[in-house]
C-alpha cells in the first residue's frame, strides 16, 4: 500500500502517527499496544485510524474491527465482555485481513476481565491486533505492560491548535486563541467546541456561576448548585457529573492563581477573563497576599472531593460540602 493512501487525523501526536505508519510500511507489528495519555488527545480515533489503514481500508467500516467498552450502567468492563471480545477476534477474518480489537477505557478491565485479556495476549494468533487504551499505564497490571508496545500521547502545543482552527475552521483569532487556551493541549475539545456553539455557551455560562460562588453566601451557593447538578443518585453518570463540576472548579482556581502571580498569558479560560479578575478582586480583599494561600487551599479542598467521589460517597453530598467548605 502507498503512503498516500494512508489516513490520518490531522492535528497533533505526529511522533505517535509516524511510528505507526512506518510499522505497517515495514510490516513490523506489535500483538498489542497501548496508548497513554489524558482524554480527548485523540487515541481512540488514531487507533481506528491505525486499524483501517492496517487492514488497507483507511476511509471505510471494516467488519474486522471490533471496539470494546464500558456498558453505559456500568463502571467496570466484565469478564462476560472481555470473554465475547475474544471470542469475535477468534473468528475468521471477514476480508482475509487484520482483526483488530481495541478496548477503551482499559484501566476499568475487572481484575477477571484482565485475566481472561491476559491469556490472549500470552497466545496470539496470527494477524490478530489489540490496541487498549488508557490514561494511566501504572492502572494496569504489569503482566500486561510487559506484553505491550507503549505509546504515548501528549498536549498539543496551543499555538499548533490556533493555527489549525484558523486554516481550517476560518474562524475568528480571538475565538481561535479562546479555544486554544481552554482546550489545555486536547485539540479535540476546541474541534468539539467550535462545532457545537451552544455547548460552548454553556460550558462558560456553567464556569460563570462557579466563580459566582466566590461572592455568594451559602444559602445562594447551595442554590445555585442546581444549575451545575442536580442528581442525587449514586449512578455512575452522577459520579463523572459530579467529577466534571470539580474539575471545572479546579481549572479556574488554578486561572485565578496564575492571575495572582501576573502569569495572564498561561490561563486556561481567556474567554473569562473580566470574570476571572473580579473573583480574584473579592479573593485579595482581606489583602493581596491572601488571595494565594485561598486558592490553594480550595485547591486542596477540591482534590480531597475527588477522593470522596472516587470513595464512592454520594456525589450531592461531596459537592454540597465542598461549597460550604470554599475558603473565601
Known sequence: MSANRYNWPAIGQEKVIEFLERAIQNDKLAQTYLFVGPSDLGKASIAVAFARNLQGNPEGFNSDLHILEPLADKKSISIEQVREFIKILNLSSFLNSYKIGIIKEASRLTSEAQSALLKTLEEPREKVVVILLAEREED?????LSRSQILYFQPVASAVI?????????TSRSLAKDLASLALGRALVAVHYLENGEEYKDYLERAAVWLNFFSQDLNARLADLDKLFSDKSYSRQAVESATE??????GLLRDLLLLSLGQNDRIQHAALSEALNKALKRLEEGGESKAGPLILENLKLIAQAKEYLNANVNPRLVLEQTLMNLAL
Open 140 to 144: 494496569l497490571p504489569t503482566t500486561i
Open 162 to 170: 490556533y493555527d489549525y482552527l484558523i486554516k481550517n475552521y476560518n
Open 245 to 250: 463540576v470539580l474539575l471545572l472548579g479546579e
